[in-house]
């Protein structure tokens, strides 16, 4: 199942991949200390997160706990984007990206060792 995600989602996201657990009044903390988002925002926005089974929230104390892993989400993002700017061509998406980046030798050598991993059947 994909889920998507909005910018607002993806900030609460973040703060409970750096947990194992927190109760939402703790989330709610959290958030208002790196975000600078009220109680009342934080809530909402978990209650949006819980209703796409992203995030399960149990008692006691309201205990949140992400659903998805971060590599999940950024996976659908970036299928999302390739399928739309790129009609779904990965190849026209590194073609471009190599056209219109400066990148340094050693990240050219580990895309090629990910490249050579990947063409192996193998996995990095």
């Known amino acids: 199942?994909?889920?998507k995600l909005f910018?607002?989602?993806l900030?609460?996201?973040e703060?409970?991949?750096?947990?194992?657990s927190i109760t939402a009044k703790e989330l709610a903390a959290l958030a208002k200390e790196s975000i600078?988002?009220?109680?009342n925002t934080t809530?909402?926005?978990l209650k949006k997160l819980v209703d796409k089974k992203a995030v399960l929230r149990q008692e006691p104390n309201f205990m949140c706990k992400p659903i998805v892993t971060k590599e999940q989400i950024q996976y659908n993002e970036t299928k999302d984007l390739i399928?739309?700017?790129?009609?779904?061509?990965v190849k026209m998406l590194f073609s471009s990206f190599l056209h219109n980046e400066k990148i340094t030798k050693t990240e050219?050598?580990?895309?090629?060792?990910l490249i050579d991993a990947y063409d192996e059947g193998g996995e990095q």
Do not use: A, F
């Open 1 to 3: 199942m994909e889920i």
């Open 7 to 9: 910018d607002s989602e």
């Open 11 to 13: 900030k609460l996201m």
């Open 15 to 20: 703060l409970l991949w750096r947990q194992e």
């Open 36 to 39: 600078g988002w009220n109680k």
């Open 43 to 45: 809530y909402t926005v």
């Open 83 to 89: 399928d739309k700017l790129y009609n779904g061509s």
């Open 108 to 113: 050219l050598e580990q895309i090629r060792s």
